[in-house]
C-alpha cells in the first residue's frame, strides 16, 4: 500500500473548474446518430460557458462521454464481441520512443492480468482545428481493444478493466517518471467512452471524424464544456472524465483528499479479492477537483454501489430542517445520518451528470449554485442541461415536450437505459434509503453526546484569580484578550466586531511574539461570498461533529463504526470530562508540553507526542484527547505547553501518513484557544472538538466579579453564556 500523500494546498488551489455540462438520453435504449448530432449542437451552445486561451482557440476543454459504438468499431475488427471486450480511449506521449514505452506497459499489464490485447486503433482527427496552444501539448490518441478473462462479462469485466487501468497508471509512473502524465487512459470500459481534448465546444466534432460517422451510434451521451479556472489547461482534465462530468468548484476539496488518502488502507470489500492496495492511491491532489471526485465514484460503482447511491453519499443534499424532504420521502435521512460517519460531503457548488452505462442522471449539491433543467419528449429521450434553449428548438419542439422542470438544492434526476424508467428525487431516494435497514444501522452506531452528558456550566470557578492570570500570560492571552474578546463573548452572546481596520503588521512580519493562530489569515472565499455559516444558513450548514474511527465505506453494516455525535465542536468542561471517560471510545488523553530553553526539545516533544498516540489508536483508542491543561502545582517555569494548533496539525497529518487518521478522532483541551478564530483553526487542522476551559474561566470569574455584579444589578449589563 502506497504511504497516503497529505494534500498540499497551494497545489489544490491550481486545479478548480466552472463549466457547462448536460446529458441526453433515450429512454428505450435506442442507439442512434442522431444523438450525437445533438449532442454536438447543445455543446456548441456552451462555447460561453468555457473559457479559452490567449490565442482564442484553445479551449479549456470539451468532450463527449457515450456508449461505446460498437457498430463503428466493427468495420476494423468485424470479430469484435461486445459482451466480452473493452475499449479503451488513449493519450499517448508526442514522442516516438515514449510512444512505444507506453504501448509496452500497456500490453505488460494486460498480458499479466490474463487478458488478451486485440489490437490499436488509430483515432481519426483534424489536426488543423486544434488551438496553437492545444496543439503544443497535443498528444496521440489511440483506442485499444482488450479481451476479457474467459466467462467475464457485465460488471465483472468492468471491475478486470479497471484494475488494468490502475496497474497501467502505477506503472508508467514508476517506469517513466515525469513522461507518464503524458500518457493518460481517458476510459477503459466494456460499456463506455470518452471523446475529449483540450478543444472548443463547437469543434469537437470536426476534431474527432468518429463523431460525424453515422455509424457512431448511442443511446446516451453526456456532454461537457470547461472553465478552468486558476489552472493551465491539460489535454486528460477535459471532460467528462470516467464517470463525471462537473460544473463547478468542490471547495471542500482539500479536506476530502486528505480523508480519502487517511482511509485509503481500510477500503475493503470482497469484490476485489484483496486487491484493493493495487487500485490505490485513490486521489491525486495534483489533478482537479472534478477529476479527485471522479476517481471516489467510480471506486463506489465500481464496487458495486448504483451511480445514484454513490452520489447521494458523496454529494448530499441538507436533510435537516427540510419540510419537503420530511414530507416526502423521510426515510432518506437515516441514510444521510449514517453516512455521514462513513464520509464527508464533497461540497460544491457543483452540478454533476453522471453514468456506469446502464443509468445516466444528475445531482445538484445542496446549496443549488448550479443551474440545471430537464425535458421529456414523446419519444422517450431525456435532456438535462445547464440552461435552456441548447437544441434551438424551444419552440419548435415545444409540442413534443411531455414533461419538464429544474433540478432544486441537493436534488436528483436519473435515466435507467436498461428499465426503461425516469426517476426524479424524491422517488430515487426512497428507492435508494430502503435498501438497508439504516434506521436499525444507526441506532446501533451512534450515540448522541446529550444523552451521554446534558450541558451543564459550572457556576464556581475552578482556580483562584492568581492562578488563572499565571495561565493567561503562559498562554499568550493578554488583557484586552480577556476583556475585548472573552468578556465581549459572555456579555453580548456573539463574536466581537470592531468598526476599525487591523491595521498591525502581519505576525511573520512583526518584530513582537505572537500566538501561532495569528500566521493564519481566512482565506478568501472564490464562491460563497458573503459568507455562508450556520446562524445565517441554517437550512444548508450544521455544527454537528462526530467523534469516533470512520469504518470501511465499501462495506458498511450495523458494526462499521461506533461513534459520538456532537450538536457543536465546542465542548463544555462538563462534556469533556464525560468523553474523556467513555470506554466505547476508549479515550486516551495525552499532554502538550516541552521542556523550554532547551535545543530540540520541542521537536523531540512532537515526535514522541505523534509516536504515542500512533501507539494508542493501534491499541484500540478510538479519540485522542490533547490536552496542555496542568494543575496549580504543575505550573513550572520551564515546562510550557506545545502550540495547541501545532501539535494538533502534527498529530493529524502524522496519522494520514500512518493510515491510522479514519480510525480515531482528535479533541484538544486547550488554554490557548479563546475566539472564534482560534476554534477555527483547531478544526481547520483536524480537531473534531475543542474546550477552551481558560476561556470558559475568564468568563466565570468575569460574571463573578463585584463589578460585573453591580452592572447587572443596574441594569447596565444583560449577561448570557456564549461559548
Same mark, same amino acid.
Given at each position: 500500500?502506497?504511504?497516503?500523500?497529505?494534500?498540499?494546498?497551494?497545489?489544490?488551489?491550481?486545479?478548480?473548474?466552472?463549466?457547462?455540462?448536460?446529458?441526453?438520453?433515450?429512454?428505450?435504449?435506442?442507439?442512434?446518430?442522431?444523438?450525437?448530432?445533438?449532442?454536438?449542437?447543445?455543446?456548441?451552445?456552451?462555447?460561453?460557458?468555457?473559457?479559452?486561451?490567449?490565442?482564442?482557440?484553445?479551449?479549456?476543454?470539451?468532450?463527449?462521454?457515450?456508449?461505446?459504438?460498437?457498430?463503428?468499431?466493427?468495420?476494423?475488427?468485424?470479430?469484435?464481441?461486445?459482451?466480452?471486450?473493452?475499449?479503451?480511449?488513449?493519450?499517448?506521449?508526442?514522442?516516438?520512443?515514449?510512444?512505444?514505452?507506453?504501448?509496452?506497459?500497456?500490453?505488460?499489464?494486460?498480458?499479466?492480468?490474463?487478458?488478451?490485447?486485440?489490437g490499436y486503433r488509430q483515432v481519426p482527427v483534424v489536426h488543423k482545428v486544434v488551438g496553437r496552444f492545444a496543439k503544443a501539448t497535443q498528444p496521440r490518441i489511440w483506442q485499444v481493444i482488450i479481451e476479457g478473462k474467459a466467462g467475464q462479462t457485465g460488471d465483472e469485466l468492468e471491475r478486470q478493466l479497471f484494475i488494468v487501468r490502475k496497474l497501467i497508471e502505477r506503472a508508467a509512473t514508476a517506469a517513466m517518471g515525469a513522461a507518464a502524465e503524458d500518457f493518460?487512459?481517458?476510459?477503459?470500459?466494456?460499456?463506455?467512452?470518452?471523446?475529449? =481534448?483540450?478543444?472548443?465546444?463547437?469543434?469537437?466534432?470536426?476534431?474527432?471524424?468518429?463523431?460525424?460517422?453515422?455509424?457512431?451510434?448511442?443511446?446516451?451521451?453526456?456532454?461537457?464544456?470547461?472553465?478552468?479556472?486558476?489552472?493551465?489547461?491539460?489535454?486528460?482534465?477535459?471532460?467528462?472524465?470516467?464517470?463525471?462530468?462537473?460544473? =463547478?468548484?468542490?471547495?471542500?476539496?482539500?479536506?476530502?483528499?486528505?480523508?480519502?488518502?487517511?482511509?485509503?488502507?481500510?477500503?475493503?470489500?470482497?469484490?476485489?479479492?484483496?486487491?484493493?492496495?493495487?487500485?490505490?492511491?485513490?486521489?491525486?491532489?495534483a489533478e482537479s477537483d472534478s477529476a479527485n471526485l471522479d476517481h471516489v465514484a467510480e471506486l463506489l460503482v465500481r464496487t458495486g454501489v448504483d451511480p445514484q447511491e454513490a452520489l447521494l453519499l458523496l454529494v448530499p443534499e441538507a436533510f435537516r430542517n427540510h419540510p419537503d424532504l420530511m414530507k416526502e420521502y423521510p426515510e432518506v435521512v437515516d441514510f444521510y445520518e449514517f453516512y455521514e460517519g462513513l464520509q464527508e460531503g464533497w461540497d460544491g457548488p457543483a452540478l454533476l451528470v453522471f453514468s456506469d452505462g446502464k443509468r445516466v442522471g444528475a445531482r445538484l449539491d445542496r446549496n443549488g449554485l448550479r443551474p440545471a433543467r430537464f425535458w421529456r419528449t414523446a419519444d422517450d429521450t431525456i435532456y438535462v442541461a445547464s440552461e435552456v434553449g441548447v437544441l434551438g428548438d424551444v419552440i419548435s419542439n415545444a409540442a413534443?415536450?411531455?414533461?419538464?422542470?429544474?433540478?432544486?438544492?441537493?436534488?436528483?434526476?436519473?435515466?435507467?437505459?436498461?428499465? =426503461?424508467?425516469?426517476?426524479?428525487?424524491?422517488?430515487?431516494?426512497?428507492?435508494?434509503?430502503?435498501?438497508?435497514?439504516?434506521?436499525?444501522?444507526?441506532?446501533?452506531?451512534?450515540?448522541?453526546?446529550?444523552?451521554?452528558?446534558?450541558?451543564?456550566?459550572?457556576?464556581?470557578?475552578?482556580?483562584?484569580?492568581?492562578?488563572?492570570?499565571r495561565l493567561q500570560a503562559a498562554n499568550g492571552m493578554g488583557a484586552e484578550d480577556a476583556q475585548m474578546v472573552i468578556e465581549g463573548m459572555a456579555q453580548a452572546g456573539v463574536e466581537p466586531t470592531y468598526c476599525m481596520g487591523d491595521d498591525i503588521p502581519l505576525a511573520v512580519l512583526s518584530d513582537k511574539p505572537h500566538?501561532?493562530?495569528?500566521?493564519?489569515?481566512?482565506?478568501?472565499?472564490?464562491?460563497?461570498?458573503?459568507?455562508?455559516?450556520?446562524?445565517?444558513?441554517?437550512?444548508?450548514?450544521?455544527?454537528?461533529?462526530?467523534?469516533?474511527?470512520?469504518?470501511?465505506?465499501?462495506?458498511? =453494516?450495523?458494526?462499521?463504526?461506533?461513534?459520538?455525535?456532537?450538536?457543536?465542536?465546542?465542548?463544555?468542561?462538563?462534556?469533556?470530562?464525560?468523553?474523556?471517560?467513555?470506554?466505547?471510545?476508549?479515550?486516551k488523553t495525552f499532554p502538550i508540553t516541552?521542556?523550554?530553553?532547551?535545543q530540540g526539545s520541542l521537536t523531540a516533544a512532537l515526535q514522541q507526542l505523534c509516536a504515542d498516540v500512533e501507539q494508542a489508536v493501534k491499541a484500540g483508542c478510538q479519540c485522542v484527547v490533547l490536552s496542555d491543561r496542568v494543575t496549580q502545582s504543575a505550573m513550572q517555569p520551564d515546562v510550557v505547553p506545545i502550540p495547541s494548533l501545532l501539535a494538533t496539525g502534527a498529530v493529524h497529518h502524522h496519522l494520514i501518513r500512518?493510515?491510522?487518521?479514519?480510525?480515531?478522532?482528535?479533541?484538544?483541551?486547550?488554554?490557548?484557544?479563546?475566539?472564534?478564530?482560534?476554534?477555527?483553526?483547531?478544526?481547520?487542522?483536524?480537531?473534531?472538538?475543542?474546550?477552551?476551559?481558560?476561556?470558559?474561566?475568564?468568563?466565570?470569574?468575569?460574571?463573578?466579579?463585584?463589578r460585573t455584579q453591580s452592572l447587572i444589578k443596574s441594569g447596565k449589563v444583560s449577561c448570557c453564556a456564549a461559548l
Open positions: 500500500m502506497p504511504v497516503p500523500v497529505v494534500a498540499d494546498l497551494e497545489t489544490i488551489l491550481q486545479e478548480r473548474d466552472a463549466c457547462g455540462v448536460g446529458f441526453i438520453a433515450n429512454l428505450r435504449s435506442i442507439k442512434s446518430h442522431t444523438i450525437v448530432e445533438q449532442a454536438l449542437h447543445a455543446l456548441g451552445c456552451m462555447e460561453h460557458r468555457g473559457a479559452c486561451s490567449a490565442d482564442d482557440d484553445s479551449g479549456d476543454g470539451a468532450g463527449l462521454m457515450t456508449q461505446i459504438p460498437w457498430k463503428l468499431l466493427k468495420q476494423d475488427v468485424p470479430a469484435l464481441n461486445e459482451a466480452t471486450t473493452g475499449v479503451g480511449m488513449l493519450f499517448l506521449p508526442n514522442d516516438d520512443a515514449l510512444e512505444a514505452q507506453a504501448k509496452s506497459i500497456l500490453e505488460e499489464v494486460v498480458s499479466a492480468e490474463g487478458l488478451k490485447l486485440l493518460y487512459v481517458c476510459t477503459l470500459s466494456n460499456r463506455t467512452i470518452t471523446y475529449k =481534448g483540450m478543444l472548443r465546444s463547437a469543434v469537437v466534432g470536426s476534431f474527432f471524424k468518429d463523431l460525424t460517422n453515422p455509424d457512431y451510434e448511442t443511446a446516451f451521451v453526456i456532454y461537457h464544456r470547461r472553465f478552468s479556472t486558476n489552472t493551465t489547461p491539460k489535454w486528460p482534465l477535459a471532460q467528462p472524465m470516467r464517470v463525471l462530468g462537473h460544473n =463547478g468548484e468542490i471547495n471542500t476539496l482539500q479536506g476530502n483528499l486528505n480523508w480519502i488518502a487517511s482511509r485509503q488502507s481500510e477500503l475493503q470489500h470482497p469484490v476485489w479479492a484483496g486487491r484493493e492496495s493495487q487500485l490505490m492511491p485513490l486521489c491525486n491532489a413534443n415536450v411531455v414533461a419538464k422542470g429544474r433540478l432544486g438544492p441537493g436534488q436528483m434526476v436519473c435515466a435507467d437505459l436498461e428499465a =426503461g424508467t425516469f426517476a426524479e428525487n424524491a422517488a430515487i431516494s426512497r428507492a435508494v434509503a430502503t435498501k438497508q435497514p439504516y434506521k436499525q444501522w444507526l441506532s446501533q452506531s451512534l450515540r448522541r453526546l446529550e444523552d451521554l452528558s446534558p450541558a451543564s456550566y459550572p457556576s464556581k470557578p475552578a482556580m483562584d484569580s492568581a492562578t488563572m492570570l500566538m501561532l493562530y495569528n500566521y493564519f489569515k481566512q482565506r478568501f472565499a472564490q464562491v460563497t461570498n458573503p459568507p455562508i455559516d450556520p446562524l445565517r444558513e441554517g437550512l444548508v450548514m450544521s455544527l454537528e461533529m462526530r467523534l469516533g474511527g470512520r469504518g470501511n465505506l465499501l462495506n458498511p =453494516g450495523a458494526d462499521t463504526y461506533r461513534q459520538v455525535l456532537l450538536n457543536s465542536p465546542i465542548l463544555l468542561e462538563t462534556q469533556m470530562a464525560t468523553i474523556a471517560q467513555d470506554t466505547q471510545l476508549g479515550t516541552f521542556k523550554a530553553r532547551l500512518t493510515g491510522l487518521r479514519s480510525d480515531t478522532s482528535i479533541v484538544v483541551e486547550t488554554a490557548q484557544a479563546f475566539s472564534t478564530h482560534h476554534a477555527a483553526m483547531l478544526i481547520g487542522y483536524g480537531a473534531h472538538a475543542v474546550c477552551p476551559y481558560l476561556a470558559y474561566e475568564t468568563a466565570r470569574q468575569w460574571r463573578l466579579s463585584s
